[in-house]
């Protein structure tokens, strides 16, 4: 198998473990981050009514100042914590999708975290 299909495979089996313990409930909803190249989206979702409660992405019109480095990261984590805080939502499970949690990952989740949402 080629490099990058290994790598794809290894991200796709690390997705599967996390997501087999961290699910989110009314009370602690599920925070879900995904990174590409060039874009950041964060929603936090409520896996027992499938529904999404808040989202955040750099493509939305008041965020487009926000690139794809890990001090911008830190300001769309603020905004997600923001808009939680607006719904009531102290508490949540956190979901890095794969990812390793370090740069871009963990800023979005200390910005949460200044905002004042327990992870």
């Not at 690390?14 to 950041?40: A, E, Q, Y």
């Not at 890095?96 to 992870?119: P, T, W």
Request: charged fraction near 35%; aromatic fraction near 4%; charge should be positive.
């Amino acid at each position: 198998m080629d490099r990058l299909g290994n790598k794809k495979n290894r991200k796709r089996r690390r997705k599967i473990h996390i997501r087999k313990k961290v699910s989110g409930t009314p009370d602690r909803p599920r925070m879900s981050i995904f990174k590409s190249n060039r874009h950041l989206y964060i929603q936090v979702i409520d896996d027992l009514h499938g529904r999404t409660l808040a989202s955040a992405s750099n493509m939305e019109k008041d965020l487009l100042d926000i690139k794809c480095t890990v001090i911008d990261a830190e300001r769309l984590g603020q905004v997600i914590g923001e808009r939680l805080n607006e719904k009531k939502i102290k508490r949540i499970v956190f979901d890095r999708n794969g990812n390793s949690y370090h740069g871009i990952i963990k800023s979005i989740a200390e910005g949460a975290r200044k905002a004042g949402v327990q992870f």
